[in-house]
């Protein structure tokens, strides 16, 4: 099992551009997230899912999108970047509530 | 306030000492409390958790306190070792908008060991 995959490992965006971060998960969870970690500020949710076709906003969703259209990927869309994007983001999967969530291996965004 | 907070944000201790990391949460219905460590440039991993109907949990050299109607929880690291070094996060988990329980955590907490 490869776990979670996030894709890309890094990126440079300019002012206003769209880019989607892709992330897959091989072990049939159905509880996926999407965090962003900024320095001292720990991991804030941005989105969740707990199944294929749910979604749900979590503490920080403004500015990004996502969609849940399988058990295995749940990707998270920017459509116009802003410096304030600029950060770490980790997707994270579960097998159900209250139990271990597995992450992804991050990706590191710089917007310009 | 926020949901889950941590304490101390930086911690340092020599080599051999213990090391104890505190956290609090808001909701009183939460019932699941991991500990996660981050090495620097990794992503986070699960060293431990405890349940709500659990007061303490031990696996080697870490243990986990749990006072649910104080609602706080600790993490406590005996004999740290340079390796230990990390950055801990607690978390808890909290109702979210959509009604589910979703890993909330904590700002995290930079353990720095000195051999």
């Known amino acids: 099992n490869a776990g979670v995959t996030q894709t890309p490992k890094f990126r440079i965006l300019k002012i206003g551009q769209s880019m989607t971060l892709q992330c897959a998960q091989d072990?049939?969870?159905?509880?996926m997230y999407w965090y962003r970690q900024d320095p001292g500020m720990g991991l804030k949710l941005i989105y969740y899912?707990?199944?294929?076709?749910?979604?749900d906003k979590g503490e920080v969703p403004n500015g990004y999108n996502v969609s849940r259209s399988t058990t295995e990927d749940f990707p998270l869309r920017l459509e116009l970047a802003a410096p304030s994007q600029t950060s770490v983001y980790f997707c994270?999967?579960?097998?159900?509530?209250?139990?271990?969530?597995?992450f992804g291996q991050g990706t590191r965004l710089t917007v310009v | 306030g926020e949901n889950v907070e941590q304490h101390p944000s930086t911690l340092s201790v020599q080599e051999g000492d213990s090391a104890v990391i505190k956290c609090t949460y808001s909701?009183?219905?939460?019932?699941?409390f991991p500990w996660y460590k981050q090495e620097l440039g990794k992503r986070p991993q699960l060293i431990i958790d405890i349940r709500s109907n659990v007061g303490e949990k031990k696996d080697q050299r870490i243990a986990v306190t749990l006072n649910k109607t104080a609602k706080h929880f600790s993490l406590h690291i005996t004999e740290t070792q340079p390796e230990d070094s990390a950055v801990y996060f607690c978390?808890?988990?909290?109702?979210?908008?959509?009604?589910?329980?979703?890993?909330?955590f904590g700002r995290g907490t930079s353990l720095i060991v000195h051999p």
């Open positions: 072990m049939n969870h159905n509880y």
């Open positions: 899912s707990v199944g294929a076709g749910i979604t």
């Open positions: 994270a999967s579960g097998g159900r509530e209250n139990t271990e969530a597995f």
């Open positions: 978390a808890a988990s909290i109702r979210a908008s959509g009604g589910s329980y979703i890993p909330t």
């Open positions: 909701d009183s219905a939460s019932n699941y």
